[in-house]
DNA sequence: AACCCGGGGCC
DNA sequence: GGCCCAGGGTT
């Protein structure tokens, strides 16, 4: 930490606040979490802009706060329909610990979002970084907010080699952000500096000469920006083979799965579905197997409609799809029996979006 | 410290 | 196809 102190020690520190600043005052987006400082909804944005783009969260948000546009709202919301109003977004675990949270301001706060480090920072989903955000952007608290974009933008203005994927490397630049963070205007300078990582200094093609703080960056004058910030790469995902069935019954009702409440999409439905295995045995009997013994319905199957591939950021799945009809149901199945008009209040990972768009195009089949 | 947890858009 | 994104929780 020594060596970044002096790094520190040689910038003018006030000038780099005040170039900052007045350009994200002047240059800033208009975006729907900036309309006030209400610190539920700074709070939401942040939630849902963890590894999710701005354009990708700005319809989510709206929606959002139409449906949930209070503390009280979102603590009181039934579960299905939260999860619903997520659906499509990813980290599902994200609106899980969300909603616990705000039901314990709710409860615990009389429904005002605390404003100190300590009460905040102990609600569930809220890190380092979100505590950070959500007290300087909504109570002007001088708290650093670390995320990747200013880990790049700092890397650069201060010339700092440590490889960013290393969880410990964040302390670094939250002892740095902390020294160069404004005391004045800390919400304008955090949301300056993530504004700047958004739309100037950019990953791979940095804006530096439009930059409105160039003449602070050493990476710059190193002639250095585009090898900064380094990261270490991950690994590759790995490939699943699986069978997912879409069954009717006559009356023409869908029979859905409700995921574990841990894991991997977690509390989402799903079409049923189980990983295939190479063997003797086809992927259609494997599947109409694992229906009968595992989900407790016995069906008639056809032939395979279509493949699906899925890409996670770990994984990768390949999905064989297959339509049935079902002639007769166990009492204790482990699926859920709904009508279509039922089917549309689930919230369903993409994956199973796609499988669904497939028998929507192929009507005649099912 | 390493791994898990989604999805989309850009190059 | 790889990389990145306004990260946090679990082990």
Known sequence: MKDIQEKLDRKDIAGFQHDLIDWYEKEQRTLPW???????????????????????????????????????????????KVMKAWEG?????????LQAAVKEVYESYEGVVPDTKE????????????????????????????????????????????????????????????????????????QGLMELGALICTPTSPACLI???????????????????????????TAKSMAAA??????????????????????????????????????????MD??????????ELGDLEGTIQHVFTHLIWNISVFFGRVTSVSDDTMLKKVTTEEFEAYALPVSHQKIWKMALEEPSRI
Not at 46 to 52: G, R, S
Not at 53 to 76: C, G, H, S, W
Not at 89 to 97: A, I
Request: proline share 6%.
């Open 89 to 97: 977004l990813g980290y599902y675990s994200r609106v899980r610990n």
């Open 119 to 190: 009460q905040f920072s102990k609600l569930k989903g809220v890190g380092p970084y979100t505590s950070g955000a959500v007290l300087s952007i909504a109570y002007n608290k001088p708290y650093p907010a670390v995320d990747g974009n200013v880990m790049r933008v700092i890397s650069r203005i201060l010339s700092i080699w440590d490889d960013i994927a290393k969880p410990k490397t964040r302390n670094i630049f939250e002892f740095a952000v902390d020294q160069l963070i404004s005391r004045e205007k800390p919400s304008e300078f955090n």
């Open 246 to 287: 879409v069954l009717f019954d006559d009356a023409g009702n869908l029979y859905i799965h409700k995921r574990p409440s841990t894991g991997l999409l977690a509390n989402l439905w799903e079409f049923p579905n189980l990983e295939t295995i190479k063997g003797r045995k086809t992927e259609k009997e494997q599947l």
């Open 290 to 299: 694992f229906l009968k013994e595992e989900a407790g319905v016995q069906a």
């Open 34 to 80: 900036r309309e006030n400082q209400d610190p539920y909804r700074v709070w939401v944005s942040e939630v849902m802009l963890q590894q999710t783009r701005v354009d990708t969260v700005i319809p989510y948000f709206n929606r959002f706060m139409e449906q949930f546009p209070t503390v009280k709202d979102l603590a009181l919301a039934d579960e299905e």
């Open 211 to 237: 930059c409105p703080v160039n003449m602070h960056c050493s990476a710059l004058e190193e002639g250095v920006q585009h090898e900064l910030p380094v990261k270490s790469k991950k690994k590759k995902p």
